[in-house]
C-alpha cells in the first residue's frame, strides 16, 4: 500500500516560535490532506492540495505541496498554545486514504 | 447537525468476547471508513464502504467485520476480542472515496483484557 512517512515524530517548540512537519511519499501523488487532532480529541480536516508547487495558507498555517507532487509541508508561524496537538498528512491509494504517523507539536508557554 | 456520531465511547471487554462499535452520519455522504489508532502508529485502516452496498478491507481487517446497514450507518464487529485490538477506534465518513476531507467522530476507546 501506499507508505507516507512524516518527520518529525515529535517537536517541542517556545510559544512563539515556528513549527514545520513534513510529509514524504515513496510515489506521486494525485492529491495530499492535512489533519489536527487535539489530544484525546478526533482528527478534523485542515485542508487538501492538488496541484504540483501549490502554496496554501490558513492564518498563521501554510501549506506546501512539492513540484514533483511526491511531498508536503505544514508550516506554523508564531505557535500559540492553541496549536498543541498531532498534525497528520494523508495520501490516497485506491478508494482511501494513508496516513502518515503524525507529528506531535507540544508549545511550552 | 451532529457529523459522525459513534457508541460507544468507552468499552472494556474481556478476552473472546464479540461487540459491535456502531456509526452513523447525517451528513448524506456517500463513503465510510474504520480506522484504529495507536500510539506511534498514526491511523489505520481497518475496512470502508466507498458507496451503499460495498464493503472493503482496509490494511489491518483481520479479526474484523463490517456492515454497512444503509447509507448512515457503518458499523465495526469485533467477533473474539484480543488484547491485540486495544486502541482507540474512528469512525469517518466523505462526500467521495478519495477527493475530499474525512469527517471523523470522537472515538471508542477500547480495553481488551
Known amino acids: 500500500g501506499q507508505q507516507v512517512m512524516q518527520i518529525p515524530q515529535y517537536q517541542h517548540v517556545q510559544e512563539g516560535e515556528d513549527f514545520t512537519t513534513y510529509c514524504n511519499s515513496s510515489?506521486?501523488?494525485?492529491?495530499i490532506q492535512w489533519y489536527k487532532q487535539r489530544p484525546g480529541g478526533h482528527p478534523v480536516f485542515l485542508i487538501q492540495?492538488?496541484?504540483?508547487?501549490e502554496v496554501k495558507k490558513q492564518k498563521r498555517l501554510t501549506f506546501q505541496f512539492g513540484e514533483a507532487k511526491k511531498n508536503s509541508s505544514l508550516h506554523i508561524t508564531a505557535t500559540q498554545t492553541t496549536d498543541v496537538g498531532t498534525y497528520f498528512c494523508?495520501?490516497?491509494?485506491?478508494?482511501?486514504?494513508?496516513f502518515g504517523t503524525g507529528t506531535s507539536l507540544t508549545v511550552i508557554p | 447537525n451532529a457529523g459522525v456520531t459513534q457508541t460507544p465511547k468507552f468499552q472494556v471487554l474481556k478476552t473472546g468476547q464479540s461487540m459491535t462499535l456502531q456509526c452513523a452520519q447525517d451528513?448524506?455522504?456517500?463513503?465510510m471508513y474504520w480506522y484504529r489508532q495507536d500510539p506511534g502508529m498514526g491511523l489505520r485502516l481497518i475496512y470502508y464502504?466507498?458507496?451503499?452496498?460495498?464493503?472493503d478491507k482496509g490494511e489491518v481487517p483481520n479479526g474484523y467485520n463490517v456492515s454497512r446497514l444503509n447509507k448512515r450507518e457503518f458499523s465495526l464487529r469485533l467477533e473474539s476480542a484480543a488484547p491485540s485490538q486495544t486502541s482507540v477506534y474512528f469512525c469517518?465518513?466523505?462526500?467521495?472515496?478519495?477527493?475530499?476531507?474525512?469527517?471523523f467522530g470522537s472515538g471508542t476507546r477500547l480495553t481488551v483484557v
Open positions: 510515489t506521486t501523488l494525485s492529491n
Open positions: 464502504s466507498a458507496s451503499e452496498g460495498t464493503t
Open positions: 494523508a495520501g490516497p491509494s485506491g478508494n482511501q486514504f494513508y
Open positions: 492540495l492538488v496541484k504540483s508547487g
Open positions: 451528513m448524506n455522504h456517500n463513503s
Open positions: 469517518a465518513s466523505s462526500e467521495a472515496a478519495r477527493t475530499v476531507g474525512y469527517t
